[in-house]
């Protein structure tokens, strides 16, 4: 997984409010339950996230990289940790903590990238 990606499921798992719109606008097409969210881009990609308790499974393809890929996320308390797998066996694992209004995030993948991510809700992403 590109850490682009990675970034992008970081911010997936952050909580947001998430809305289901029409595709017109290059935005995600998505359906929704209590519990899952799946959503389909006009790129092609998709993806869906389940939550269960504490946790949190993201699941989808990437047109661009024709990658199938995973990622298991779960919560104590202002701490996320989380791990992913690509269907080219590409691995990740990394955390997220929330301080006040930021977040920092921090991703290690099987390639050797490594990557920090400092978002707040003032400042955006840095």
């Known amino acids: 997984m590109s850490l682009s990606r ?42 869906s996230a389940r939550t269960e308790g504490s946790h949190l499974y993201l699941r989808g393809f990437d047109s661009a990289t024709r990658r199938l890929w995973a990622q298991t996320n779960s919560r104590y308390g202002t701490l996320t940790f989380f791990t992913g797998l690509a269907s080219d066996g590409e691995s990740w694992v990394g955390y997220s903590r929330r301080v006040g209004w930021t977040t920092l995030n921090r991703v290690s993948s099987s390639s050797g990238q490594h990557f920090n991510l400092h978002c707040s809700l003032i400042g955006g992403c840095r």
């Open 6 to 47: 990675a970034v992008a499921m970081l911010l997936l798992a952050a909580p947001s409010p998430l809305l289901a719109m029409p595709n017109s606008s290059g935005l995600a097409l998505c359906t929704r339950s209590a519990t899952l969210l799946a959503c389909r881009v006009a790129d092609g990609s998709y993806y």
